[in-house]
Each structure stands twice: as structure tokens, then as C-alpha cells.
């Protein structure tokens, strides 16, 4: 085996735990940020669009994902379908996406183990999740997946334990409370916190060059995971809001600063803070926060890897470890990017930048399915989306919409997000080389 191949070892069981476990961690927090943009009835109406939107995205995706299962996901989709600039900003802006979603849940972990341990600095915590899971997917991916199959499963039965307590005291009422304080605008405003729900799914694709039989196993993966994380999303918003109004699952007591734990929030307006249920959603918690964290520093590794295995970024991240085979050199610039933005302490802004990313690999998908179509209809395609050409374009307009409307409502981000794919485009424009698909064999 060459310094440039993965080796395969996934199943469509340990697919299903990457796919949810990828994007888990967004019903644990981030999402409650929403509410503060748009209310209950805001954030509901954004989070409608967006699930309509991943539904048809996924199965849009698995198409490509089951004729081209290779590491590099979007980047070799564009590429193939769109040509090598599309390629590159595609790959680009899943690169963003996955490098800025993780110092996000590093935050949040800090938060919760805050919570059990005041005495010790958030960030002390965030840091060392990072050195923990990067190690963790260094030492091989069959572990890694085996690791997150484990963790994903118990933070699944977590929210169905927090649905189970919290339930029982929901009451309508409390959904209507104060439900669209900002008017219309704030289900604009709440879009990118609709997206966490679902963020980062999309990642069972890059490691599709590390599956048993791609074709058949990413279709099972990812249909099975995108039904799971639909129903969670639901019962999550409903259990959480429905105890106590959108405002307690958002500010703590006497803060107006909002918070990135709102399970325990919402859970408080049924226990107490020292009641054994409370400790136990923190702890088990955790997990859901883990299995997002150390899925998405596993996907990114494979999208950073594939940009310098090609040489669209340095070389030398596209080089495996001589024994674990798995891309070292990617998962550890990837960390060192992740606490530079951790250290900044902007929360929402990090979740806000990973969107972009995400929708302008949406977008770029999309037009990359359309163009394969008409281009390379000889190309095997063992899955074929349902209702071609219409369940592609509803994942197109939709994304396309929330894209405008988020650089809309944040002009500074969009800014920044614009600048670091800019900045990246003019390195490629520069040191770029002439790439074929063709130059890595095809993966049966």
C-alpha cells in the first residue's frame, strides 16, 4: 500500500454512527442561538426550510457519493462535474466547514465540564479534547469509527432519556410565548442555527475511499443516519422549548449572555440542579458533544488530506502514517487552525463561518450532480436520486436562498469567509498543477 492510500474498513452499521454522530452534537447546542435571532416560530419556520433542504440534499449527495467514493467528497464531485476551479472552491469550502465546526463543539465540551468542575478554565478543557481526538484518529480509523459508533449510540439514548423527563411537562403554551419577537426577519436571522442541526452530515462521503463496498454501504449509511437526525431535531426542539418558553433554554438566571448548554437549562425547569438526573445529562452530554467533535475531526482530515494528496495545498498533507495509514499530517494542521479560532471565543461567529462553508459546498454539489448528468452519463451510478431533476433543485434553491440571506445578516462573516476563500483561490492560482481524477485509480 502506498503513503498516499486508505485503507479500507467501514461498514454501513459504523457509517450510520459517523453520519449522526458527525452532526449529534447540534442538538446538544447551538442551535438554542436561534432563538435569540428568531423566537420558537422563527427558528421553527428556518428549521422546516433546512430539514426539506438536507432530505433532499442527502439524497442528492449519496448519488455522487456512491459513483465517486473517494476522500475527497465535494472537492473530487466539483472537479469531475464543474472542472478544476469549481473543484478547488468546492474542496475549499469544505474544508472551512469542517476545520471551523470543530473549535465550536470544543467550546461547548469546555462549557459543559465547566459545569462540574468551575474551578478549571473552559479553554483548559477545549484544548485537551482537541490533543485527546486528534490522537484518537491518528491511531486508525477503524478505531476512530468504532470509538464513534459507541459514543453515538449512547448520546442517542441521552436525548431520548431528555425527551422522556422533559416531555411529560411540555405544554403548547409555552411555544407561543414571545414566538416571533423580532418579526419575519428573525427566521432569516435564525437560518445558520437551523443549519447545526444538521451540519457536517454530508462527511460520510469523505470516507468513502475507507468503506467495504462504497456504493451499497454509503446509500444505507446515509439514508438511515439523515432519518435518525430528522426525528431527533424534532423531539429535541419540542422537549427543550416546550417545558419552559425559548428564553429559559437561552439565557441562564440573571445572564443575558446565551448559553451553549441549553439541555441542562431546559432540564432545570424540571429538576433541580443537584438532583442525580441533572448530573447525568451533563455527563452522558458530553457524549453527544464527543461523537459531533470527534466525527467532524475525522472528516476534515480526509477533505485536508485529499487537498494536499492532489496538490492543491501543501504535499506534505497528503502523506498517511507509515503504520496507522491515516492522515497525520492533515489531522494535525487541522488541530493547530482549531484552537487559533477557539481562542476567540466567538461561539456563534465560528458556527456562523462553518455555514458558509457548508452551503457553498451545497451549492456547488448540486450544480456538480446537474453537470455529471449531462456530461459523463457513462459514469456507474449504483444509486440514482428519486425524482430527478426536481429533489436536486429544491436542495439548490433552498441552499442558495439561505446563503443570501445569511450574508445578509452577516455582512462582517460573509466578509471573512469570502476573504480565507479568496486568499486560498490566489495560492492556488499561483502554485496550482494540472490534476486528474484519473491520477489516484478508481475505488471499487
Known sequence: MSNSQLSKTLTPLMLWGLGVGYVISGMYFGWNLGLAEGGTLGLAIATFFIIIMYVAFTLSYTELSCAIPKAGGAFEYAHRGLGKHFGFIGGMAQNIEFIFAPPAIAAAIGAYLHLLYPDIDVIYFSIGAYFIFTAINIFGVHLAASFELIITVLAVFELLLFAGFTLPHFEFQNLKMNALPFGYEGIFAAI?????????IEGIANVAEETKNPQRSIYLGFGSAIATLVFLCILTFLSAVGVGGWEKVVYPAGSTVASDSPLPLALGQVVSEGHILYKLLIGIGLLGLIASFHGIILAAGRSTFEFGRVGYAPKGLGRVHSKYKTPMNALIVNMCIGIVALFTGKTGEI?????????????????????????????????????????????????TVSLLAMTYYNLVLAGVFLGILGGSYLYFIVFQKEYKTEEIGEIG
Open 192 to 200: 445558520p442555527f437551523a443549519i447545526w442541526f444538521f451540519l457536517a
Open 351 to 399: 458556527i456562523t463561518i462553518a455555514c458558509f462553508g457548508a452551503l457553498t459546498l451545497y451549492i456547488i454539489s448540486m450544480l456538480s450532480l446537474f453537470a455529471l448528468r449531462n456530461n459523463k452519463p457513462e459514469l456507474k451510478r449504483s444509486y440514482k436520486v428519486p425524482l430527478y431533476p426536481i429533489t436536486p433543485a429544491i436542495a439548490l434553491v433552498i441552499a
